[in-house]
């Protein structure tokens, strides 16, 4: 029994050996990062946020990150244990001011088959067909004036153009004029 407390103080200096690290690591610069993250960021790479959102941990809750700039690592996240106090207020009250909350019964309805289809070929079109996008800036002040003249006119018939119609209409007119800018990916 005698030598059992010398075992126990063993563990007790490996136990404080982890302990200078967390005070190094609050005293580095890395530990100011997440108090401007609580007003609205924090600094986690992709995968650390995949792995906290699996686990479902909250990163603010991790004060300080091993990564560059205190940046918050998959190896953070998997390392943190969440005290049980902070760990349960801070889920429930996280997806009450996300989300609105729903009352009354909720029901699941079966896809039908058209819905299935539609819904998978829309994933395929958007995984497996290359995309590329434009982005032109265009002067519309005579647009937006034309606009305005005929919404005046046409206020008593309750017609209303919006932006949205007068692009669309010079999309199609474009395609119409040059067809080749009209194309598809085929197989």
């Not at 946020?49 to 603010?60: M, P, Y």
């Not at 560059?68 to 009250?93: L, N, Q, R, Y």
């Amino acid at each position: 029994t005698a030598a059992a407390p010398p075992k126990a103080e063993t563990p007790k200096p490996a136990a404080a050996a982890p302990a200078p690290p967390p005070p190094a690591a609050a005293a580095a610069p890395a530990a100011p990062r997440p108090t401007p993250a609580a007003g609205g960021r924090v600094f986690a790479s992709p995968a650390a946020k995949r792995v906290a959102a699996e686990r479902g941990i909250d990163l603010s809750q991790i004060k300080s990150g091993s990564g560059m700039d205190g940046m918050i690592t998959s190896k953070d996240v998997e390392s943190f244990t969440p005290t049980a106090a902070a760990a349960a207020p801070s889920m429930t009250s996280a997806p009450l001011t996300s989300f609105p909350t729903i009352t009354g019964p909720v029901t699941d309805i079966e896809a039908t088959n058209v819905r299935k289809v539609i819904a998978k070929r829309l994933q395929q079109s958007k995984q497996e067909v290359p995309h590329y996008y434009l982005t032109v800036e265009c002067n519309m002040d005579k647009t937006m004036k034309l606009r305005q003249e005929i919404n005046s006119s046409y206020e008593k018939e309750g017609v209303k153009l919006s932006v949205n119609d007068f692009i669309i209409k010079a999309a199609a007119l474009s395609c119409k004029r040059v067809p080749a800018c009209n194309s598809a990916w085929i197989d």
